[in-house]
């Protein structure tokens, strides 16, 4: 997955610690050659940026959030649903902002190296609940595709159970599911699931 590019979700009821603790593992560490290029790409998340880095790494990654972006609706007197225009109106602009954020980075080193790039999705619960599941499944494709495009890692933040619906529901875009939990407030820990090959791993310590 490395060699040609990976998307990964990332699951779980867990305490925000535990989720920054799995992005820190999966933006990865520097390479003397060929320095990792992060980018954060923020909804309903925005700590610090380098809260996600490993200790002793001081550039932060880049961020693209939605700030002047319109998510709201706006209620007029007409029978035309301006909800779903709305909506997808935002989608559509974070969708473009966020490819030519990657396209720029992708251009600014020449061409990326396989895994080099390390996109971090905080969080996709705004666009699943809020948006309907054509343009949610649109916006994935096309980020998902853009990703394996330049050979990146990407994993996107979905805070709900490891079984709920919502990840049933987008699963198909992603080629692992990673779990996580927090037994009785005790170590973290992981999983993964391969859902082509109907596979998943045991838990261990994340």
Request: include cysteine; proline fraction near 7%; hydrophobic fraction near 35%.
């Amino acid at each position: 997955m490395k060699g040609t590019g990976c998307n990964l979700l990332v699951t779980g009821s867990v305490a925000p610690e535990v989720t920054f603790h799995a992005t820190r593992n999966l933006f990865g560490a520097d390479q003397a050659k060929t320095p990792r290029q992060r980018l954060l790409a923020c909804t309903d998340l925005e700590p610090p940026a380098n809260h996600y880095l490993l200790t002793g790494y001081e550039q932060p990654p880049e961020r693209v959030t939605t700030s002047g972006i319109e998510r709201g609706v706006t209620t007029v007197d007409s029978p035309i649903d301006h909800t779903l225009t709305s909506q997808s109106s935002w989608l559509r602009s974070y969708q473009r902002n966020l490819c030519e954020s990657i396209a720029d980075i992708d251009a600014s080193v020449d061409g990326l190296e396989p895994s080099q790039f390390r996109l971090a999705f905080l969080t996709l619960r705004p666009i699943l609940e809020n948006d309907c599941s054509y343009e949610a499944g649109q916006f994935l494709r096309v980020v998902t595709d853009v990703v394996e495009g330049v050979s990146g890692m990407a994993h996107y933040h979905l805070p709900v159970a490891n079984e709920s619906p919502l990840v049933e529901e987008c699963i198909d875009h992603f080629d692992v599911q990673i779990q996580l939990r927090n037994p009785d407030g005790g170590s973290a820990e992981t999983r993964w699931r391969f859902p082509d090959a109907d596979t998943i791993t045991p838990w261990h310590k994340l």
